[in-house]
Structures are given as structure tokens and as C-alpha cells.
């Protein structure tokens, strides 16, 4: 009689688990960059609080794309505010911001030659970190590739990819090395001007 009990139960425990979903998550790799890439900023407003002095010319710029970039799930046509700053390093290291509904994006540049911005960090209007951006290299037809960490509400990183952005207008054409779970694209569009 305890031999059928033991094996009833088993079948039972077997039918109970065999109905439930097993999920197995595997731990998010680190990203293979030092973090935070870039330190905290403070947006109420992005020229003042970059410490730029409000006299500095600024170019604004309002960029309307009528064709949907590959990576974007918005609607189109989208625009945003392109602003560009004097670069005069070490003072104004940013030269670029660019101002989206949702989000701000600050564009930073190592050096005054390349043309293609070095660094970027994202935040909401209100002032929380999205994500953040590293250029890597430059492939050899042109095309810049980044790496790119996004975090979550705790500052936790949620996702981390390599992005190849296109020659010339700076667009995502490929997404690869992908780990976690993305919930916004922010880096679809990089300033590159060689």
C-alpha cells in the first residue's frame, strides 16, 4: 500500500510541475565598460546646468525625419531639437544636445577632429538615467559602431547592445550582441560628420 501512495504522489507532483511554465533566466552579462560611462548631470536646464555660459552662441537646429529610421517604433514623421554648442574643451565638453519629446540626450566629444561624437548619456525630463553610449570603433566601410547600456529605474542596467550606425547620417542599420531586455530605442540616431 505505501508503494502505490509514494508512486501516486509522485505522478501527482509530476502532473503539477509538468502544468507549470519553467522559466530559466540567465544572469545579464556585464558590460564590457567601466560604469557609469559618464557623471551624473543635473537638466533643469541642459546649458545652464553644463555650466555654458548663456551668452555662448548655440546653433538650434529643428530636425524633422519623415522616413522611419530602422529601430524606431514611433510615429512618423517625428522631429526633435538638435542644439549645438561651441567646442571649447575642457569647459564645454558637449558639444551637441539633442531635445526629444521623452528624453534628452547629451553628445560629447573626445577630441575636435574625428567628428563623430565619443560619448552619450540619456535622461528623462525628469532628470532620470535612461542610458548611456561609447563609440567603439569605425568599420572598415565607414559605419561607426557603439556600445550602448540602458538602465532601469534603479540604475540598474536592463540591456546592452553594439549598434552599427551608418555612414554619413548616422542611423542604426544593425542591432547585434544583444543581452537583456530593451524597452525604448534611444541611440537610432548618433551625429556623425566626417
Same mark, same amino acid.
Given at each position: 500500500?505505501?508503494?502505490?501512495?509514494?508512486?501516486?504522489?509522485?505522478?501527482?507532483?509530476?502532473?503539477?510541475?509538468?502544468?507549470?511554465?519553467?522559466?530559466?533566466?540567465?544572469?545579464?552579462?556585464?558590460?564590457?565598460?567601466?560604469?557609469?560611462?559618464?557623471?551624473?548631470?543635473?537638466?533643469?536646464?541642459?546649458? /545652464?546646468?553644463?555650466?555654458?555660459? *548663456?551668452?555662448?552662441? !548655440? @546653433?538650434? $537646429?529643428?530636425?524633422?525625419?519623415? #522616413?522611419?529610421?530602422?529601430?524606431?517604433?514611433?510615429?512618423?514623421?517625428?522631429?526633435?531639437?538638435?542644439?549645438?554648442?561651441?567646442?571649447?574643451?575642457?569647459?564645454?565638453?558637449?558639444?551637441?544636445?539633442?531635445?526629444?519629446?521623452?528624453?534628452?540626450?547629451?553628445?560629447?566629444?573626445?577630441?575636435?577632429?574625428?567628428?563623430?561624437?565619443?560619448?552619450?548619456?540619456?535622461?528623462?525630463?525628469?532628470?532620470?538615467?535612461?542610458?548611456?553610449?561609447?563609440?567603439? /570603433?569605425?568599420?572598415?566601410?565607414? *559605419?561607426?559602431?557603439? !556600445? @550602448?547600456? $540602458?538602465?532601469?529605474?534603479?540604475? #540598474?542596467?536592463?540591456?546592452?547592445?553594439?549598434?552599427?550606425?551608418?555612414?554619413?547620417?548616422?542611423?542604426?542599420?544593425?542591432?547585434?550582441?544583444?543581452?537583456?531586455?530593451?524597452?525604448?530605442?534611444?541611440?537610432?540616431?548618433?551625429?556623425?560628420?566626417?
Amino acid at each position: 500500500m505505501k508503494c502505490k501512495v509514494v508512486v501516486f504522489l509522485f505522478l501527482l507532483l509530476l502532473a503539477v510541475v509538468s502544468c507549470r511554465p519553467v522559466t530559466i533566466s540567465s544572469p545579464l552579462p556585464t558590460p564590457p565598460v567601466s560604469l557609469p560611462i559618464w557623471p551624473k548631470v543635473n537638466l533643469g536646464d541642459p546649458v /545652464e546646468s553644463l555650466g555654458l555660459d *548663456s551668452n555662448q552662441t !548655440l @546653433e538650434v $537646429h529643428l530636425v524633422t525625419i519623415y #522616413e522611419k529610421p530602422l529601430f524606431y517604433n514611433g510615429t512618423i514623421p517625428f522631429g526633435f531639437k538638435a542644439l549645438k554648442l561651441p567646442r571649447k574643451p575642457p569647459q564645454s565638453p558637449i558639444p551637441v544636445i539633442y531635445i526629444f519629446d521623452d528624453w534628452i540626450t547629451l553628445f560629447s566629444y573626445d577630441d575636435n577632429i574625428s567628428g563623430i561624437a565619443s560619448r552619450a548619456v540619456t535622461y528623462d525630463k525628469i532628470d532620470g538615467l535612461l542610458a548611456e553610449a561609447i563609440f567603439e /570603433e569605425v568599420a572598415k566601410d565607414g *559605419s561607426v559602431i557603439i !556600445l @550602448e547600456i $540602458h538602465y532601469n529605474k534603479r540604475g #540598474e542596467v536592463t540591456f546592452w547592445c553594439r549598434s552599427r550606425m551608418s555612414f554619413g547620417i548616422g542611423l542604426r542599420e544593425e542591432e547585434f550582441d544583444a543581452h537583456g531586455v530593451k524597452e525604448q530605442d534611444y541611440y537610432f540616431i548618433w551625429p556623425i560628420t566626417y
